[in-house]
């Protein structure tokens, strides 16, 4: 298992520089970077000073930034943001600040990037928990349900409702939610910006927290309802696959109710499939973002944190949040794949056996 452990973690440093590599070169060939947008602005702020000069009849001369910079005024931009180095030698100055968790200020918000990220992890955080949450919560019941009452009423009629909702995307269940339910057509009976209201420090505890869940109510729904189709589905087929196995027909045989066959044997044989991914969602449960929820809801985080940050050319949020949360994809799929041991202990990475 030590060995095992030992691969795995010193392939995470190939495949980790090798992601930042590619991504990098891509950057490269990039139009628009932020010097050039510095430059635009600065000539479009020039033409319209000049287009006011013009228009007021001022005979002083037209507005200086319309003459466009000079090349000692580029090259000083260049310094400032580091492009007057090769590529090679940012790439690397990169990778070791990188090491050091030194991930630098956002071009565009001119803030450090790991205070920018801390500030947007809230909203991420409150939709990716609750998702995670509901999705475990209420999937595995009903998927254990579906598989006893397999072929019955009760198992079509839901997997309908299950697939209907999953058809759904879920930018447009939003809207939809909003339109019934936002103040849209019909109802105004929740909140849709933010996630909390503007009155929130004046309110006792028990009013934020009613407060705080009323707000979450339509972006977590819109979020949640796609992802009960998988994990409900999942968990039927591995219970379904279970039960139709020698074991149970042998505990059945012994006289053990109904009851004891499903929850003393069955159950822990059948959650192997979903036990192990729990790392995997609970992690990302933490650090997603989508930036369709988020953006239809007024909710300011990761998601539209790095959207705005590719349009904006903003290197540094970019390819720092790149580098992070790839670490954390692959440490999180070793400990994924470590589960698989805990749960199920016929499995073992030792290769002499």
């Known amino acids: 298992m030590a060995a095992y452990i030992l691969r795995r973690l010193l392939l995470m440093i190939p495949t980790l520089f090798g992601i930042m590599a590619v991504t990098f070169v891509v950057i490269q060939f990039v139009p628009g970077g932020p010097v050039e947008q510095i430059i635009s602005q600065m000539e479009a702020r020039g033409s319209s000073g000049q287009g006011e000069v013009a228009a007021g009849g001022s005979s002083g001369g037209i507005y200086r930034g319309a003459k466009g910079l000079t090349t000692e005024q580029v090259d000083a931009l260049k310094k400032l943001y580091g492009f007057d180095r090769p590529a090679h030698e940012r790439f690397a100055l990169m990778i070791w600040n990188y090491l050091r968790f030194d991930f630098g200020e956002s071009y565009y918000y001119h803030r450090s990037v790991v205070d920018l990220v801390i500030d947007k992890l809230p909203v991420s955080i409150s939709l990716g928990m609750w998702t995670f949450l509901l999705t475990y919560l209420i999937s595995i019941p009903l998927g254990i349900r579906k598989a006893v009452r397999h072929g019955d009423r009760f198992d079509a009629a839901t997997s309908i409702l299950i697939l209907a909702g999953y058809s759904i995307p879920g930018f447009v269940l939003g809207v939809l939610l909003i339109v019934l339910f936002g103040g849209g057509s019909f109802w105004n009976l929740f909140p849709i910006r933010g996630l909390v209201s503007d009155n929130w420090e004046t309110l006792s505890w028990s009013a934020r927290i009613f407060d705080y869940l009323w707000h979450m109510v339509l972006p977590v729904t819109a979020s949640v309802i796609g992802s009960f189709a998988v994990m409900t589905m999942l968990t039927k087929n591995s219970f379904l696959e279970e039960i139709s196995k020698q074991y149970v027909l042998t505990a ?33 449960a933490f650090f997603s973002g ?24 903003d290197y540094p949020v970019v390819l720092a949040t790149l580098y992070f949360f790839t670490l954390l994809g692959l440490v999180t799929k070793l400990i994924t794949d470590l589960t698989y041991v805990v749960v199920d202990p016929r499995i073992t990475f030792d290769c002499t056996q």
Do not use: C, M, W
């Open 252 to 284: 059945r045989a012994k006289g053990l109710t109904e009851q004891a066959v499903l929850y003393r044997h069955v159950f822990r044989n059948a959650l192997i499939p979903l036990v192990t991914g729990f790392p995997g969602s609970f992690v990302a």
């Open 290 to 313: 989508s930036l369709l929820i988020e953006t239809i809801f007024s909710l300011d985080g990761l998601g539209l944190l790095g959207y705005e940050s590719v349009i904006n050319r």
